[in-house]
């Protein structure tokens, strides 16, 4: 598959500014919703799938070029999976200082000592006049006692990525760019285009 212009369904600039750092070396031109003036997506699906293939269907129909479009989340064990797809309205007014401070309290009110968590992602490449194609990724990690690291954005400072000690906030972008639940995910997209 030859692409040459990419859409990212998003208005995230954390997140597009990670796609576009890992999608780099590709040399396909990358713009974002944001950048064209499209405006947001509504997120109706339950799952991680179903919010990305809604996005990117609606954001190519718009355009009429290629959209990659990412839904992720934190998943954490003893919330049975909250915030999951709900990650990003979590807090009120989407604020993840105040989402991070809700995520610790509903921990410690379990009165569980399991802080098994992941970031899954779920992008999917609508073309138009395709099919829509769907690339997943997750990171197996842990939740921090407390927010620590000032990189990153959304649930970085309280999550610890597996066989490491420090959050991806205190990590930095360098590495979690290495290891993350969205760079997994793109490695397949990649792996399409090639």
Same mark, same amino acid.
């Given at each position: 598959?030859?692409?040459?212009?990419?859409?990212?369904?998003?208005?995230?600039?954390?997140?597009? %500014?990670?796609?576009?750092?890992?999608?780099?070396?590709?040399?396909?031109?990358? &713009?974002?919703?944001?950048?064209?003036?499209?405006?947001?997506?509504?997120?109706?699906?339950?799952?991680?799938?179903? /919010?990305?293939?809604?996005?990117?269907? %609606?954001?190519?129909?718009?355009?009429?070029?290629? !959209?990659?479009?990412?839904?992720?989340?934190?998943?954490?064990?003893?919330?049975?999976?909250?915030?999951?797809? =709900?990650?990003?309205?979590?807090?009120?007014?989407?604020?993840?200082?105040?989402?991070?401070?809700?995520?610790? /309290?509903?921990?410690?009110?379990?009165?569980? /000592?399991?802080?098994?968590?992941?970031?899954? !992602? !779920?992008? %999917?490449?609508?073309?138009? /006049? &395709?099919?829509?194609?769907?690339?997943?990724?997750?990171?197996?990690?842990?939740?921090? &006692?407390?927010?620590?690291?000032?990189?990153?954005?959304? =649930?970085?400072?309280?999550?610890?990525?597996?066989? =490491?000690?420090?959050?991806? %906030?205190?990590?930095?972008?360098?590495?979690?760019? &290495?290891?993350?639940?969205?760079?997994?995910?793109?490695?397949?997209?990649?792996?399409?285009?090639?």
């Amino acid at each position: 598959m030859k692409i040459t212009k990419l859409v990212v369904a998003s208005h995230n600039a954390g997140k597009i %500014a990670e796609i576009k750092t890992l999608l780099a070396p590709l040399k396909i031109e990358v &713009q974002s919703a944001a950048e064209l003036r499209l405006g947001d997506v509504e997120e109706t699906g339950t799952t991680f799938e179903e /919010n990305a293939k809604i996005k990117a269907n %609606a954001i190519s129909l718009m355009c009429g070029l290629p !959209c990659l479009a990412d839904d992720s989340g934190l998943c954490v064990d003893v919330l049975d999976g909250r915030p999951g797809v =709900y990650s990003a309205r979590y807090a009120p007014d989407r604020n993840f200082k105040e989402g991070m401070k809700m995520l610790l /309290n509903e921990i410690k009110e379990s009165g569980s /000592n399991n802080r098994k968590a992941h970031f899954s !992602c !779920c992008l %999917a490449l609508a073309c138009p /006049n &395709q099919k829509t194609k769907i690339f997943e990724g997750r990171v197996d990690g842990s939740i921090a &006692q407390y927010p620590k690291g000032s990189n990153g954005f959304g =649930y970085d400072p309280i999550f610890i990525p597996e066989g =490491y000690e420090q959050t991806f %906030a205190e990590l930095g972008d360098d590495v979690k760019n &290495q290891i993350s639940h969205r760079r997994r995910a793109l490695e397949k997209f990649i792996q399409e285009l090639k």
